[in-house]
């Protein structure tokens, strides 16, 4: 999602939550988030997962050191113990190992994933060893650019919602998908602006 289209969709849910029209007046609208569709994000999203941002991207430059291209084979042509030297737990180096022997031996079709619908794109992420649903959520947010997604497992989210919503308590996600629901179909916008609500607003 473009500027533009972030600011159309935030302005539509504004219109009928009074809490989202406070939060922008009060931090502005989040800027885009774009990744490239391909391995590259899969594996970084792997790489991310319970890491503070700062950190995955200490990573991720070790990563791009070591392998000037980051694609499938040249991650299984690296000498055994070469991504836990770059900071990599021992799980995520069979996630980002078993990411590339899925795509050369074509049980998991990358490339195809755009073509694909969200629920089925989710089916095709999560049947992958590492991969949850917001692993998957991610990708199709900001590589596939899905317009109506909101990862409820997102820490940060849910406490940007307890914050937004003025709740005693950090919503569930089940309950977080209650109180948004009316924000279909710009969840994603709506997301992009939770995180972007959880560094701004005051505590």
Known sequence: MNENLIKQALDEIASHDKDVKKGLKLVGYPPPRIRPIGFETLFSIVVSQQLSTHAAAAIMGRAKELLPKIEPQAVLELPEGALREIGLS?????????????????????????????????????ALKGFGPWSAEIYLMFSLQ?????????????VALQKLKSLDEKPNPELAQELIT??????????????????????
């Open 90 to 126: 021992h799980r995520k180096v069979e996630y980002t190992t078993g990411l590339s022997q899925a795509i050369l031996s074509g049980s998991f079709n990358l490339e195809g994933l755009e073509q694909l619908d969200d629920e089925a794109v989710k089916k095709e992420i999560t």
């Open 146 to 158: 899905r317009q109506d997604i909101f990862p409820s497992g997102d820490l940060a989210l849910l």
């Open 182 to 203: 009316h924000w279909s179909p710009w969840r994603t916008a709506g997301s992009l602006f939770l995180w972007h609500y959880y560094h701004g607003a005051p505590t």
